[in-house]
């Protein structure tokens, strides 16, 4: 089955970027959409981003024009690029895949494997 390792997390200032990375392996990316999803400290998890390669992407209200989800085929790697960072942004960020052979990407979906998250904190 797919597995996920994120990287790319850190410190940023207001207004800062930062590109995060989902490395995959195990299965082909054609058979499952992949989700960004965050959890601040002391709140829920939270659907950012995800993608279904060649169907759709869709983006939490949040960060729509400040993310772009992305993939690199040949690295097996998904993106998450974010600008215009926030502190509101501060989070642990997850990367996430479900098996879907058809449909639209969804957020609300139960997405079933996980990768371990990477810390991404803004502040002044």
């Known amino acids: 089955q797919l597995r996920l390792v994120e990287s790319g997390g850190g410190s940023v200032q207001p207004g800062g970027s930062l590109t995060l990375s989902c490395l995959t392996s195990g299965s082909t990316l054609d058979d499952y959409s992949i989700g960004w999803f965050r959890q601040a400290p002391g709140k829920g998890r939270e659907g950012v981003s995800c993608?279904?390669?060649?169907?759709?992407?869709a983006y939490a209200d949040s960060v729509k024009g400040r993310f772009t989800i992305s993939r690199d085929d040949a690295k097996n790697m998904v993106y998450l690029q974010m600008t215009s960072l926030k502190p509101e942004d501060t989070a642990v960020y997850y990367c996430a895949a479900i098996l879907q052979n058809q449909g639209l990407c969804n957020l609300v979906y139960p997405y079933h494997l996980w990768g371990q998250g990477t810390q991404v904190t803004v502040s002044p």
């Open positions: 993608i279904r390669i060649g169907v759709n992407t």
